[in-house]
């Protein structure tokens, strides 16, 4: 099959079209099935046959018209093909398309059966039909009887629609032609998934979207690539963009009253689900919702149902009269199973403020936050605020702050935006404002540092109150860490624990005084334990959805970065059961941890997996990516595809640099520099890993275990050339290492630096030293993978010194140990090793002097002439260069011109 330029442009659809295509080459048809924008066009697109292509395209406004599909098939029939045709067939099928004849479409069907074997026997023919749930009756019957006959090697077709939904050949439906039988057989049926979150961020790049934009797109319109685009183009707007508007209320028009009707009920449930629409008496549920889905209004989850947009079920509820919305709500209090989803329906059926119901709510707002379901919780406390009697001012405000502070924690941006606006239009307290302002600043996530007009407010709302001020500065603390100024992050928690302990709040001061244990470390402060053993002694912080800056969890990073990942791992464990059901922020943190813990032990599965889930979870609630992208980069790169950890890096350094967020974008910059290293780009590598120096020196960051890119940049150095900058870096990384506790990992890494520059420079005996030493650290410290690596580099040194057998020992341990931790691209990578050694081997028992016409041949590749230009100058044929140079590859053990142009260099 062609069609390999329109493919370029496809983005997430490469592994649907070639399926398509390979369905094709073993002939017959292919079905493409899946909701309204989901991207069968684009795929019927990227198709092509190379021969002859007839396309229609169904309309539901066309439908009615009798044989309007085919017309526009026939006329793409060469106009021979249609002469030669026997004349009777001619002014029957007129006949029968102008509506003037019914003879059961006979003429029809025989004049586009033999159209397609006469166009068959000179070329391929390949017949694409989208929209086919709008195919005219005449068509369909016409089509398939055609299928039935043409035979699978003549014409192949696809089929692309809203199915399962088949086509009727009447108005009162007896018949129907099943949308596989308008291609002729076997038939493959695809289902065109949903964009994955990788895929769409690829889409909307173009369109010049923020990362975290994309990835809240991505999970608004739940992969479809059709609505991401719309609401692609209408990200700026606060509400309902009209285009928006515009395309739900027209996927409703395709919904039958009922249907509707049922999605109404969706939208009035906070959690949706088929069973409990069937309680609620809608007794075609299951149908009506695989009808929504069909259009993509909603998509479903195990039994959950999501709208598509989720702005759509406020549209639909606002269809509604206030009276019938009323009875809904008190229809499904008697049908939901919990007691705070009742409570919602019961406050939800009423409007009138009453003071029992506010308690009410409050309390079941409570249980859903203790159960993990922070965003009814929100909800909850918005509704108990709402009807909260009027004279009840300080109470109602005290509900207020709580939704923003739950909300800020769930997501729910609507929530935190109605009750901070609120709050802040009121005389409320300074602590209730700056409460307020942190949820507004909460939903920047990573972008925190940019919201610097959000923090001065919440500095004037606090004036001299010390409770205040002592969030308020946790928070700045916060964001100075997040923009990479370690100094200034340990002043303003510092001052943050002032306050908190004038009023004797622990919560905020074990946090804080964890925050300066961190910036001291990063800024290589040897008295960075100090505050961190303070905060141990303190309470837990009770604060919700913030256990990653908690006292616990800088005792976990810190493991972890001493090379005790044993204990980091229990920690981070321990930690996971207590998050389960907490806020997603938290949760992903605690998977981070976990997933670089795992990927250093060489539990690479394992490393994969936590990955998955945190991308998948970070993604529903909407955090930012960078955080996301980095854990699974570190994932791919232990067990899965350096590519993709490519593409992670990279997409990652973006997303950081829109949030001004330095944490992870130096730490995207460093596993983008050690992904180009591996696939053979040093070059590249080295620009990437100069800029995190660059980066942290005004900043005054000096530690070199918190981000490990110190023997990686001298790696990359060593490989293009740059000797005394390698060196020069790992003198430099040595002495800060003084001051740091336990930094055997570190310095084991920076030895294997040092002997490639050590084996660069001719010293192959140092080299192998310093490599055998690190290998027996990094055995002790149980990290398979680094072992594994010292142990490549060795294999390496020994073969550029051609002692091939010396080289093949330590790379057949390496590839056990990535075998036993599945770590596939390492594993990739030692066979790759194996299979040059295997070559050279063989190459240096072969003869390696040169005859004189070989080495002529040779020196005019090394100054880059081609077969050609050589055959000229030497007057001798192309094919006498070609086994000439053959010869020259197996005489030197290489493969190629470039190893051959660099081998006759350095001898």
């Not at 964001?479 to 002032?498: C, D, T």
């Not at 020196?859 to 230009?869: D, F, K, M, P, T």
Request: aromatic share 4%; net charge negative; proline share 5%.
């Amino acid at each position: 099959m062609g069609g390999a330029g329109a493919a370029r442009g496809l983005v997430g659809r490469e592994r649907v079209l070639a399926r398509v295509r390979a369905g094709l080459e073993h002939g017959g048809g292919v079905l493409l099935t899946g909701p309204s924008g989901i991207g069968k066009t684009t795929i019927l697109d990227a198709i092509d046959s190379g021969g002859r292509v007839l396309r229609a395209t169904a309309a539901e406004a066309e439908r009615w018209i009798s044989g309007g599909v085919l017309a526009e098939l026939l006329a793409q029939v060469p106009s021979t093909i249609i002469a030669a045709l026997p004349e009777e067939f001619h002014r029957a099928a007129t006949e029968v398309l102008v509506g003037r004849r019914d003879d059961g479409g006979m003429p029809l069907r025989h004049a586009w059966h033999l159209s397609l074997l006469a166009m068959a026997a000179k070329e391929p023919v390949l017949v694409l039909l989208d929209d086919a749930q709008w195919v005219d009756a005449a068509s369909a019957d016409v089509i398939a009887y055609a299928a039935r006959r043409v035979g699978s090697a003549a014409v192949r077709t696809v089929v692309a629609g809203r199915l399962p939904e088949a086509v009727p050949l009447d108005d009162d439906g007896p018949r129907a032609v099943p949308p596989a039988a308008l291609a002729p057989g076997p038939v493959l049926r695809l289902e065109v998934p949903p964009l994955s979150a990788d895929d769409l961020a690829e889409l909307l790049d173009a369109h010049g979207l923020p990362a975290r934009t994309a990835a809240a797109i991505h999970a608004d319109s739940a992969g479809n690539p059709y609505l991401a685009l719309v609401l692609a183009g209408a990200a700026t707007d606060r509400d309902h963009p009209p285009n928006v508007a515009v395309l739900v209320r027209e996927r409703l028009a395709g919904l039958t009253p009922a249907e509707r009707e049922t999605l109404l009920w969706c939208a009035l449930a906070s959690r949706p689900t088929v069973r409990l629409l069937l309680r609620a008496g809608r007794a075609d549920a299951v149908r009506d919702i695989a009808r929504a889905a069909e259009v993509g209004l909603v998509v479903t989850d195990a039994d959950r149902i999501r709208f598509t947009p989720p702005a759509a079920a406020t549209m639909i509820a606002d269809l509604a009269d206030a009276g019938y919305r009323a009875a809904a709500h008190t229809t499904l209090a008697e049908v939901v199973s919990s007691d705070a989803d009742r409570e919602r329906h019961r406050a939800l059926a009423s409007a009138d403020p009453d003071a029992a119901t506010a308690r009410a709510l409050v309390v079941a707002a409570e249980t859903a936050q203790r159960q993990g379901s922070r965003d009814l919780a929100a909800e909850l406390y918005l509704l108990a605020a709402d009807r909260t009697p009027r004279h009840e001012r300080a109470q109602r405000l005290e509900w207020l702050v709580a939704a923003a502070q739950t909300g800020a924690v769930a997501a729910r941006q609507d929530v935190v935006r109605r009750a901070a606006d609120a709050v802040l239009a009121a005389d409320s307290a300074p602590l209730q404002r700056v409460r307020v302002r942190m949820s507004l600043i909460h939903l920047a996530g990573q972008g925190v540092a940019d919201e610097q007009e959000l923090f001065a407010l919440a500095l004037a709302d606090a004036g001299d109150c010390p409770r205040s001020g002592g969030l308020l500065w946790l928070w700045r603390a916060w964001a100075a860490m997040i923009n990479g100024w370690p100094a200034a992050s340990a002043a303003q928690a510092g001052r943050a624990v002032e306050l908190a302990r004038s009023v004797g709040d622990t919560s905020i001061e074990s946090m804080a005084l964890a925050t300066i244990a961190l910036m001291r470390r990063l800024a290589g402060d040897p008295d960075f334990e100090e505050p961190l053993r303070a905060a141990l002694v303190l309470p837990p912080p009770d604060m919700d959805g913030w256990l990653h800056f908690s006292p616990a969890s800088v005792v976990a990073r810190f493991a972890a970065l001493d090379d005790r990942l044993e204990d980091a791992r229990a920690m981070y464990l321990g930690m996971l059961g207590m998050v389960e059901r907490g806020a997603a922020e938290e949760l992903v943190n605690v998977l981070r941890g976990l997933t670089e813990v795992a990927a250093r032990l060489g539990r690479c599965r394992e490393a994969m997996e936590y990955a998955a889930r945190a991308r998948r979870i970070g993604g529903e609630a909407r955090l930012s990516p960078a955080p996301g992208w980095h854990t699974s980069a570190v994932a791919e790169l232990a067990g899965g595809s350096v590519a993709r950890a490519v593409t992670y890096a990279e997409r990652g350094v973006r997303a950081a640099e829109q949030d001004s967020d330095l944490v992870f974008l130096r730490r995207h910059l460093h596993l983008l520099g050690q992904a180009l290293v591996r696939t053979g780009r040093p070059a590249e590598a080295v620009v990437a890993l100069r800029r995190i120096p660059e980066l942290e020196a005004p900043r005054g960051i000096r530690d070199p275990t918190m981000l490990r890119w110190h023997a990686d940049l001298a790696t990359a150095l060593v490989s293009v050339g740059e000797h005394d900058e390698a060196a020069d870096l790992l003198s430099d990384t040595r002495d800060r290492l003084a001051n740091v506790p336990e930094p055997a990992g570190v310095s084991a890494q920076l030895d294997r630096a040092e002997a490639s520059l050590l084996a660069a420079r001719g010293d192959a005996d140092g080299a192998v030293d310093l490599l055998l030493g690190a290998e027996s650290v990094f055995t002790a410290l149980g990290q398979p993978l680094e072992t594994g690596h010292c142990l490549l580099v060795r294999g390496r040194v020994e073969r550029g010194r051609r002692r091939y057998a010396a080289a093949r020992e330590p790379v057949l341990r390496a590839a056990a140990l990535f075998a036993a931790a599945s770590a596939h691209p390492w594993a990739d990578h030692a066979d790759h090793v194996l299979t040059r050694l295997a070559g050279a081997a063989e190459a240096s028992q072969a003869p390696t002097d040169l005859t004189a016409t070989e080495s002529r041949i040779a020196a005019l590749v090394a100054e880059g002439a081609s077969n050609r230009e050589i055959a000229d100058r030497l007057f001798i044929s192309v094919k006498t260069v070609e086994a000439s140079l053959t010869r020259v590859y197996r005489k030197l053990g290489i493969r190629s011109r470039t190893q051959l142009a660099a081998r006759l260099h350095t001898d």
